[in-house]
């Protein structure tokens, strides 16, 4: 035999047998977490439906708080509800936000990255002067003013619409009616924008089309997105998302064209850090991240809002509690009642707006505890609060509405803070005093001067937010004897 075909067959040989030696003697990997009870296709099904927390919360109580869920992604996706690992997952800043699920956002903001779709945290990065800089807006100094505009929006709300829906003893959908007032109040404070009701209605419209179709269809089906002209959706959705573009164009136009007296009044607002920031390429990247505040910052407060209403009306003895403690307190001091807060915390735990939670991509390995599974690299993890806030280690009756808990000195006071309904770490919610000083204005309003009583309960929707739909309250103005 020639020496060439000799080496030939001899490198193929060698290299095999190392292969095999290597297989042989390296130590086994940590096997990954159990696999959740359901094929593939039960899960695609039950993942996209908009029950997919009873889904996981079943999972969870069949094979425990942390498990691989079966879907057709190059990953392993694992679900962690076990409080302990949840935030060693979300404090961990290396962790990035998987591509696939997060740049479905940017399809609806005319394909520009944002400070919500960005996933370089790296020094200089575009998220990081980006969060550094919004940050800014959402400093008490500034939530006090937008909290103003907050009262305004709801007060004006009050008597146009509710004062004579409880006059007449019509129920309200209370999600529409929230969902209006909230993202009049956001484009007011946030973009200094006097958002007209007709005008609301149609953004409100929009993001729904584009939001659905990004992250049901282009997310979901490949080269949906590419296509997007050879089918109805596909053609919505482009005609949607140019409209918000082009709303959140004229926000930052109207902002531009105030006279400079009034520009100085706005300083530090969402709209003048954005609009003054030379680090944005180009009006597109402002006009995109405007877009993602709008989007990131309404429903979810309405939302918030309806769950605790909805909330208080099935628990007449807390509602009437909770009036009583605020009738009690001069108007101005009602926003710190310590039960209105105890309140406002079990709705969210009980009823996370973002109940999916946070998902997140694993830069590095993490060992479980034990040492007996790992969470590889390279995973996808999700943590989601829906199921998560829920379970056993909050204390008694996970699943029951009971303020009290979180009292100082109440039962589970010291095993609630694994509760984060604007999440941990890094990419935590960058609005999250907005929200909270939103709530503690809006509720103590609403509560004081009305009782709230159901008329329809609503059904837990998750898609991207967790929706009480169809939920109808009746209102009727308090009698006060004292
Ligand atoms: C009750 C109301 C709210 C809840 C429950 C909430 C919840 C959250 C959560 C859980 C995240 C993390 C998402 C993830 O890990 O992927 C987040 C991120 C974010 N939120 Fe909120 N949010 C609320 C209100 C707001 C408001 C009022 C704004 C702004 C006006 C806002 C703007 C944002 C932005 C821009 C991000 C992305 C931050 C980043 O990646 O650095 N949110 N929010």
Known sequence: MPASAAGLIAIPAAAAAAYFVYRVLRPAAPPLPPKAPSSMLETVAAMTSPNSIEFLTACAERVGPIFRLPMPLLRPLIVVVEPKVARAVLDNPSHSKPLFMYAA???????????????????????????????????????????????????????????????NGHPLKMCDEL?????????????????????????????????????????????SETFWWAFAKGRAHRVASRRLLAFSAKMLEAYRSLPDGRKAQMNGTLIAIIDGNAKYGSDAERVAEILMFLIAGHDTTALAVAWVLSDLAHHAHDQAELRAELHAMPPAERSKSALLAAVIKESMRLNPVAAGGSVRQLEQALPLPGGKAVLPEGAIVVVPFGVLFRRPHIGDAPNEFRPRRWLAGGPDADRLADVHPFSLGRRNCVGQALALAELHTVVPMLLAEYEWEVVQSPRAELFLTNKPEGLMLRAKRVTRTS
């Open 179 to 223: 969902l209006l007032t909230t993202i009049q109040f956001i484009c007011d404070a946030a973009f200094g924008y006097q958002l007209a009701r007709d005008e609301a209605e149609a953004v409100l419209h929009d993001t729904q089309v584009a939001l659905e179709v990004s992250f049901r269809v282009f997310a979901l089906v490949p080269f």
């Open 105 to 167: 956002s940017e399809s609806v903001a005319g394909n520009v990255s944002t400070i919500f779709s960005a996933r370089d945290h790296s020094a200089g990065s575009k998220w990081q002067w980006a969060r550094k800089a919004t940050a800014k807006a959402f400093h008490p100094s500034h939530v006090h003013a937008m909290n103003v505009s907050c009262a305004e929006c709801y007060t004006r709300w009050m008597d146009e619409t509710l004062a004579p829906a409880a006059a």
